[in-house]
């Protein structure tokens, strides 16, 4: 309920639907939402807000268990609807299921918002319930309608309140002889020379239509008091009793309230008005509700592409968006900006959000699955089969590496290396000096390659110090041989 003096209600419905006109001009563009029917009309709704979820794979806070290849889906659409509409539309992508869409109510608790059943949802009215399904035909593809249940009251109860100074004194001057009043201390009174006199309120716009209303007072000798309402403007009064509804006859919505008093002024009996208050009924021009839509979208062949589509948006109207996606799914947003960042929100996920900023009127979603058939990331994937083949290459070279060493010790330990020294030190054949100089060589490179394979980890300590120790032995009886044949 609005007073005359502010902006009247149907200049305000004309502003919107300019809105909504300049919105479908900018949709009928060639090529903007090819494929998709132009519902853009103010006489359906005016769609003022959007906030969508999307979840991909198991929630965190949750103890059930959701398919990784799936996304679910929570779309909460503000709508302005007319009061003459009864059908509005929600676009749900083809390939959704499990689809349900129904009216909701926010509640403030603890500093935000919990969503209950809506006074039009079906829980609500299970007996009247909205009636919703698919749109027909071929133009029509991925539009949902909800239509409000029948018999449900799209009413509103407003309450006009009387209890102050200014309240008593905002009367209408042309119908009202202020100096026949008294107003002081928040209450209203004739005044003491004043045997009778009518105090007429201003005008209140009620929407489209006022229905009904009823009156309350207090009062000092409300005996000498008569009160009278008005729907249209003044024109018709009707008496209003204190408690009593009245039902207001035809379609109009200018509400008026006017009291009449009447005092024996020569009597100490002056009737005082304390408060008056009139809860008034009308029919409004928008009913604003949240229609919320909720469904899940498979992720096949490791790919979903799938559109939200809002041609019911004024230039005004918001889009606010929150995506939680494993880091291995990636998330491509076409006709918004969206950031990203992880362990916002679930530690495990990545977060995509749109909070400001404009949106086009359809809204691509790409998800991509990057991992490969084994379950893992494709680059992932190639870095490991890289680390891979170069560890199978350094054990074959390490493998190599270890036969020819062990070779090699094992023609140290049994004297093939070189020529033999045979029975009590006798040299093997006449050219004894050079054999053993030779001889003396190949013992001191033995020890460098068994002292090699040591610090490599080829060998442990207690090998290593006992084939040493051989090889030792060997080295200094040669040495001797040496020097005895000089």
């Not at 906030?51 to 965190?60: N, R």
């Not at 009447?262 to 029919?283: G, I, K, M, R, W």
């Not at 950031?339 to 530690?347: A, F």
């Not at 190599?400 to 060493?405: G, P």
């Amino acid at each position: 309920m609005r007073q005359d003096r502010e902006n009247p209600g149907r200049s305000g419905r004309a502003g919107r639907v300019m809105v909504v006109a300049i919105v479908v001009l900018l949709l009928a563009v060639p090529g903007s939402v090819a494929g998709f029917p132009l519902w853009g009309d103010a006489s359906v709704g005016v769609t003022q807000y959007h906030h969508l979820t999307l979840f991909q794979g198991d929630d965190p806070d949750s103890a059930e268990t959701a398919p990784r290849e799936q996304v679910q889906v929570l779309d909460r659409t503000y709508w302005a609807v007319p009061w003459n509409s009864s059908e509005i539309f929600t676009y749900i992508p083809p390939q959704a299921r499990n689809a349900t869409v129904d009216n909701v109510k926010a509640i403030s608790h603890q500093g935000g918002s919990i969503f209950m059943p809506g006074d039009f949802s079906a829980a609500v009215n299970p007996d009247d319930p909205p009636v919703t399904g698919w749109m027909e035909g071929s133009g029509n593809e991925g539009y949902y309608y909800w239509k409000f249940p029948e018999a449900v009251t799209r009413d509103i109860i407003h309450a006009l309140t009387f209890a102050t100074s200014a309240d008593f004194k905002d009367a209408d001057p042309e119908l009202t002889d202020t100096e026949e009043w008294n107003v002081t201390d928040g209450t209203l009174s004739l005044a003491s020379n004043v045997s009778s006199s009518t105090h007429v309120s201003k005008r209140y716009l009620g929407g489209v239509d006022l229905v009904s209303v009823n009156m309350s007072f207090v009062a000092d000798h409300g005996q000498n008091m008569s009160f009278d309402v008005s729907s249209d403007n003044g024109t018709t009064w009707l008496p209003a009793f204190n408690g009593t509804p009245l039902g207001f006859p035809g379609t109009s919505n200018e509400f008026r309230w006017r009291v009449t008093m009447t005092q024996d002024t020569s009597e100490n009996a002056t009737p005082v008005l304390h408060e008056v208050a009139f809860q008034v009924q009308f029919t409004p021009e928008y009913n604003d509700i949240i229609i919320e839509a909720r469904y899940s979208l498979d992720i096949v062949d490791k790919d979903l592409v799938f559109d939200q589509v809002y041609p019911f948006d004024s230039t005004s109207s918001t889009f606010v968006f929150i995506g939680y996606f494993d880091p291995d799914m990636d998330l491509n947003v076409n006709g918004t900006e969206v950031t990203s960042s992880v362990g916002s929100t679930y530690p495990t996920k990545v977060t995509y959000t749109h909070m400001t900023g404009g949106h086009d009127p359809i809204i691509t979603f790409t998800v991509t699955d990057t991992t490969t058939d084994d379950g893992t990331d494709g680059e992932q994937t190639s870095y490991w089969i890289y680390i891979v083949v170069l560890l199978l290459v350094l054990v074959m070279v390490m493998g190599v590496a270890m036969v020819l060493m062990s070779d090699r010790r094992k023609k140290a330990e049994t004297g093939q290396l070189g020529p033999t020294v045979e029975g009590d030190g006798e040299p093997a054949d006449d050219d004894d000096l050079e054999a053993l100089t030779l001889r003396r060589a190949e013992m001191v490179e033995a020890i460098r390659d068994l002292d090699g394979d040591h610090e490599i980890g080829l060998i442990d300590d207690g090998e290593h110090e006992a084939r040493r120790e051989e090889l030792k032995v060997e080295a200094v009886e040669v040495i001797k041989r040496i020097e005895d044949a000089k």
